[in-house]
């Protein structure tokens, strides 16, 4: 997909991914832009992979499934541009089950497909080891994409530290699998006995009977059925990590990174964005997301000028004379005063914060247009975002045309 605009890719798309640093409102995001999606008239489903839940509350949902749940749209009360009926669902990713879908799809012997679900080493794989959740979740958007269902997937990823586990969990396990570690170990293992196994040399019988003993009676016997079991499946494996890891990096594929314009955030962003440079991810847009609310045609910059002392002291001042005005009582004026300081004080704090947050969008729009990508600015809500309409205000918005570059900041 060629696409840098981030309506196209609402229309286009087959996958968007949302992704960015923690605490930017990536769930949000991902909601907003499937509610918009599925008015464009596309057959949309969104997917969490975060374990937190808000995505179910702001659909209108008590929760979400590891199977598809609709969304009611028709509360908007909004027509959708083909005036068909919208369909969008959401659910959340269960990993064991999609680990099960696998297996079975690439085990054609009944025999050592129950083999495979009752060894324990199976069991602890496909619920908790590190990385599973992720390749789990991107089997699982390979899997909807081709089940025809949905014309497009929008994938709500965990926080940063953990975003691009999803990227590397295909190429994790492809190359796992062509390690030296299987060649030496797993191979000659899967032809041995448990009593072959402790013949492979003094470090390696150490290791596994101190194995042993922590897992207990039984984990060799269990290792060598799941290596035994596993071995025919590898090339299976490889093969379709290959697929996913295609899917997820191809055309029809577009990433939007969510970022914050708050202290700290704008650092994290575009260290995150290099990250995806290796990946070679197709960005389609940036999206910065909570931007303090200002007067309109007012920039926050503009009259950062007025935050110096002098200027605060004669603002105090005829703030103090328009309030003994309105009192009628010139008694008051001292009970004014503490109130008028703290007000005057809180206005130049957050009109430095505006103006920092201001800063941060231009540089943060420079450097995506240089990527010709478009920067996206969404204002923050007074409260969290629990309702359809709050999704589809912030969905528009998102359409709507992207930020432009803002005149320099007075220094």
């Not at 594929?253 to 314009?261: C, H, N, Q, R």
């Not at 450097?367 to 010709?372: F, G, P, S």
């Amino acid at each position: 997909m060629t696409q840098l605009s981030l309506d196209a890719s609402l229309r286009h798309a087959r996958i968007l991914v949302c992704a960015g640093t923690g605490g930017v409102g990536k769930t949000t995001i991902a909601a907003a832009l499937s509610i918009q999606a599925a008015l464009l008239g596309r057959r949309t489903l969104v997917l969490t992979i975060d374990p937190a839940k808000r995505l179910a509350n702001a659909l209108g949902l008590e929760s979400l499934r590891a199977e598809p749940t609709a969304v009611d749209l028709s509360k908007l009360g909004i027509p959708d541009e083909n005036s068909a009926t919208p369909s969008l669902d959401a659910m959340m990713l269960d990993a064991k089950p999609t680990f099960d879908r696998l297996i079975e799809r690439l085990t054609k012997n009944e025999n050592e497909l129950r083999r495979i679900f009752e060894n324990r080493i199976y069991e602890q794989l496909s619920s908790a080891l590190a990385g599973s959740r992720e390749y789990a979740a991107m089997e699982q958007v390979h899997e909807l994409v081709h089940s025809g269902l949905y014309d497009l997937i929008v994938l709500d990823t965990p926080p940063a530290d953990h975003a691009l586990d999803f990227l590397r969990a295909p190429r994790r396990l492809r190359d796992f699998l062509e390690s030296r570690f299987v060649a030496t170990l797993v191979r000659p293992a899967v032809s041995a006995s448990r009593i072959g196994m402790r013949l492979f040399g003094r470090p390696l019988q150490r290791m596994l009977g101190l194995l042993e003993r922590i897992a207990g009676v039984g984990f060799l016997d269990d290792l060598t059925e799941f290596l035994k079991a596993i071995d025919g499946l590898s090339t299976g494996f490889r093969e379709r990590a290959t697929r996913v890891e295609e899917l997820l990096l191809g055309q029809d594929t577009g990433f939007v990174l969510i970022s914050s314009a708050s202290s700290g955030h704008q650092a994290s962003t575009l260290e995150f964005m290099t990250e995806l440079d290796r990946f070679e991810v197709p960005l389609v847009a940036l999206v910065v997301n909570r931007l303090r609310p200002w007067p309109p045609n007012t920039p926050p910059f503009a009259i950062r000028e007025r935050c110096h002392e002098s200027v605060m002291l004669r603002d105090e001042e005829r703030l103090r004379e328009a309030l003994l005005r309105g009192a009628g009582h010139h008694a008051e004026a001292e009970s004014f005063d503490a109130e008028i300081s703290a007000l005057t004080q809180a206005i130049a704090e957050y009109t430095q914060i505006c103006v920092g947050e201001q800063e941060s969008v231009s540089i943060l729009t420079k450097i995506a247009a240089q990527r010709r990508l478009h920067c996206h600015t969404v204002a923050e809500l007074e409260a969290d975002v629990a309702h359809l309409d709050g999704l589809f205000e912030i969905g528009a918005t998102l359409r709507a045309k992207p930020h432009e570059l803002a005149p320099s900041p007075i220094q």
